[in-house]
């Protein structure tokens, strides 16, 4: 009983996050992304871009495609059952992806919800490989070499930005890597917590 209740919440708490994700963007995309964006140099005196810069577009196609990305992402951590950490490990790797940009010197802007949505698989990812179940890891194994592949293809740490011609925008693949780096060490660290505790609680 307790169980059911617990994997209840924790599916409404990754679903919520993640729609709010979407409606956030959709508002965003209304907003002057001049006073949104992540720019580098206003990350001390304008710290809120670390959120704000995730939900901003500057082209119709790159929104819905990340809208679309976004319901992805959140079906996808509902059917793999996710912990209750989970859409706390997304949510602190929201802003993080968009801080680690500061890497990326020469990226003056960014915007957009691929970086974040990175974040959100990989902390599926280290949830399904941290279980015991054959299947789930084995899937969570397959899905991670997948992940692996596609950001080693993107060449992250190469040009900051590489032009779209069908999404009218330039893509940052660093956020990218960003993204997923920082979704799986907040999944991690969350991990690590909660087998401490539950250790601590049998000694």
């Known amino acids: 009983m307790a169980g059911g209740v617990r994997l209840k919440l924790a599916r409404h708490a990754w679903s919520g996050f993640g729609i709010f994700l979407g409606l956030a963007a959709s508002l965003a995309w209304w907003a002057p992304s001049a006073a949104l964006d992540w720019q580098p140099q206003l ?28 319901a992805v992402v959140t079906l996808f951590g509902w059917g793999a059952r996710v912990a209750p950490r989970c859409a ?14 500061l890497l990326q010197p020469t990226l ?34 397959g899905v991670t070499l997948g992940l692996i592949i596609k950001l080693w293809q993107e060449q992250p740490l190469g040009a900051p930005l590489r032009h779209l011609a ?5 893509v940052v ?31």
């Open 88 to 101: 706390l490990a997304w949510i602190i790797a929201w802003p993080l992806t968009q801080i680690a940009l």
């Open 173 to 203: 693949p660093f956020s990218h890597l960003t993204g997923a780096l920082t979704g799986a060490l907040s999944a991690l660290g969350l991990l690590w917590l909660a087998r401490r505790r539950a250790s601590c609680g049998h000694d």
């Open 108 to 141: 003056a802007h960014f915007g957009g919800l691929s970086g974040v949505l990175h974040a959100g698989v990989a902390v599926v990812l280290v949830e399904l490989l941290s279980r015991d179940g054959g299947r789930e890891r084995w899937i969570g194994a």
């Open 43 to 70: 990350a001390a005196s304008e710290p809120w871009r670390a959120w704000t810069g995730a939900f901003v577009h500057w082209s119709r196609q790159h929104f819905w495609a990340n809208l679309l990305a976004c």
């Open 166 to 170: 069908e999404w009218d925008i330039a």
